[in-house]
């Protein structure tokens, strides 16, 4: 059995985390990180019941490792899927996008581990009162919806504010960044935006092809005028037209994130990256090449070690 905490709450062999990506994070991919000995999640995002059932099903004749499913709590779906999570004994749940405080008893009766996604030292302090294994502490570098702090500047307080393990998230794409985590206090990573290169990653190609063609400032934030929804994606002509509504003297939190509605959809299935939201972190200039989700894991976790050789942090 591992020594590392978060590979024995969860029963992972590397602490390595799949991102939650809605439209993006399905069976298959997760399949594939768990098989390779880390966490894969399947995002819940704002799918009926009926399907992240479906998604349950199948990771589970995909593979027989831990999986997780992440729960976006300010879905429409939110209450079912969350029941459903319990019922179907998931074995690690992640949330986002709000507190899931009442939810938490339920999963924890069904053996279900509990790791909440946070973004402030308040947020990592009321998801442990709540209940939860662990927290993952992710920064603004990621993709999708992210809060105001930076992973560099996050993850220590958080380390210093909760007395169970904390995952780092945000800005981390090889051993690099995992060695600088676990030397911030993280006791594992989670990663997102290079797993959209994995051979298994199902996304549509014309969105691979965007991440992969990316550089070091291709990502822009939207969302930040009513500080409700700050986003972060790749720059395009939909983040465009977004940025002029956003900031036009006539904008109102309603029409704002009214312009979001559907938009990753259109880029990740239907491949339209123009007019789409291609949701992105800022490490996707260090995403060039496509590998398997087992390659990606297994360089992260041999550079973090040989970083860390020695050391009593060494994951």
């Excluded at 294994?133 to 992210?146: F, K, P, R, W």
């Excluded at 550079?303 to 009593?312: A, D, Q, S, V």
Aim: glycine share 12%; hydrophobic share 45%.
């Amino acid at each position: 059995m591992s020594s590392n905490p978060i590979c024995r709450l969860t029963g992972i062999e590397k602490p390595v985390f799949q991102g939650g990506m809605a439209w993006i994070s399905e069976a298959n991919l997760a399949a594939a990180v768990s098989n390779a000995g880390g966490l894969g999640i399947i995002s819940a995002g704002n799918a009926p019941e009926s399907c992240v059932s479906q998604q349950i099903d199948l990771i589970r004749t995909l593979t027989d490792r831990p999986f997780g499913v992440n729960l976006m709590l300010q879905s429409p779906s939110a209450e079912a899927v969350a029941h459903l999570l319990a019922k179907k004994r998931v074995p690690v749940i992640t949330t986002g996008a709000g507190s899931a405080g009442k939810f938490i008893p339920e999963w924890k009766e069904a053996g279900c581990v509990v790791i909440p996604v946070v973004a402030s030292v308040a947020m990592a302090k009321m998801a442990v009162r709540s209940g939860a294994d662990a927290v993952i502490a992710e920064g603004g570098e990621s993709g999708g919806h992210i809060g105001e702090l930076t992973t560099m500047a996050l993850v220590p307080q958080v380390c210093d504010a909760v007395d169970v393990p904390v995952i780092a998230a945000g800005g981390i794409a090889d051993g690099r960044g995992m060695a600088a985590a676990m030397c911030l206090g993280a006791r594992g990573v989670q990663m997102g935006t290079v797993f959209l290169s994995a051979q298994e990653c199902r996304v549509h190609e014309n969105y691979k092809q965007a991440v992969l063609s990316a550089g070091d400032i291709s990502t822009v934030v939207t969302g930040r005028r009513f500080q409700a929804s700050s986003c972060r994606c790749i720059k395009n002509s939909f983040t465009r037209e977004f940025l002029r509504r956003e900031y036009s003297p006539e904008a109102t939190p309603e029409k704002i994130a009214s312009l979001g509605v559907g938009a990753l959809r259109t880029a990740a299935v239907d491949g339209d990256v123009k007019n789409g939201c291609v949701l992105a972190g800022q490490i996707s200039g260090m995403v060039n090449s496509r590998r398997t989700a087992a390659e990606i894991i297994d360089s992260t976790l041999s550079g973090c070690r040989e970083l860390l050789k020695g050391t009593e942090i060494c994951p």
